[in-house]
Antibody, heavy 124, light 112 residues
């Protein structure tokens, strides 16, 4: 049973960069899945941020694309999120999740499982 | 982006009774391959979302057969045949036909 665990600073200053890591256990980031970040805030609900494939290919939400970088570290079996120029609107619980693909296709579909989530607050 | 609209916002239920949640999309989620790219999640209090139903009607591993998904195109329904106390939480639908994937606003199920 694949497990995911997020880690990173819980407080980031405005205009700074949010950095989070997701460690994958009992599974491999080199498998044929997409590895995603999703955030949840009271104001905007659940919002997909982006994803990375084991090849290094990435997809980002157009609304965040200019500020987001997702990377993969196969040696540590983990993937990471960087979100730059943060504001209070980026305050949210950030989840990492595995996004499964439909057999015969390469596109990510449903998320399963999700990490437990980590709260990131943007404040001075 | 495809807009997902759920109803009702809140659903008080009696244990043992059935419950139904509706999800409507602004664009058909029926792919030419015959699959509906619509998925359901449950977020129990204090937990992260967990997958219940994928591709409109397929139950995820370990999900009781009390849960069922139906619908096609733009209108979908999640049904719980007999609600149990452990089913409380917020239910979300999500589409993955187009990027970015988008979620409904959620339906909060609580025990009467």
């Amino acid at each position: 049973q694949v497990r995911l665990q997020e880690s990173g600073p819980g407080l980031v200053k405005p205009s700074g960069t949010l950095s989070l890591t997701c460690v994958v256990s009992d599974g491999s980031v080199s498998s044929s899945n997409w590895w995603s970040w999703v955030r949840q805030s009271p104001g905007k609900g659940l919002e997909w941020i982006g994803e990375i494939y084991h090849t290094g290919s990435t997809n980002y939400n157009p609304s965040l694309k200019s500020r987001v970088t997702i990377s993969l570290d196969k040696s540590k079996n983990q993937f990471s999120l960087r979100l730059s120029s943060v504001t209070a609107a980026d305050t949210a619980v950030y989840y990492c999740a595995r996004r499964l693909i439909l057999t015969g296709y390469n596109k990510g579909e449903w998320f399963d499982p999700w990490g437990q989530g980590t709260l990131v607050t943007v404040s001075s | 982006d495809i807009v997902m609209t759920q109803s009702p916002l809140s659903l008080p239920v009696t244990p043992g009774e059935p419950a139904s949640i509706s999800c409507r999309s602004s664009h058909s989620l029926l792919h030419s391959n015959g699959f509906n790219y619509l998925h359901w999640y449950l977020q129990k209090p204090g937990q992260s979302p967990q997958l219940l139903i994928y591709l409109g009607s397929d139950r995820a591993s370990g999900v009781p057969d009390r849960f069922s998904g139906s619908g096609s195109g733009t209108d979908f329904t999640l049904k719980i045949s007999r609600v149990e106390a452990g089913d409380v939480g917020v239910y979300y639908c999500m589409q993955s036909l187009e990027t970015p994937p988008t979620f409904g606003g959620g339906t909060k199920v609580e025990i009467k």
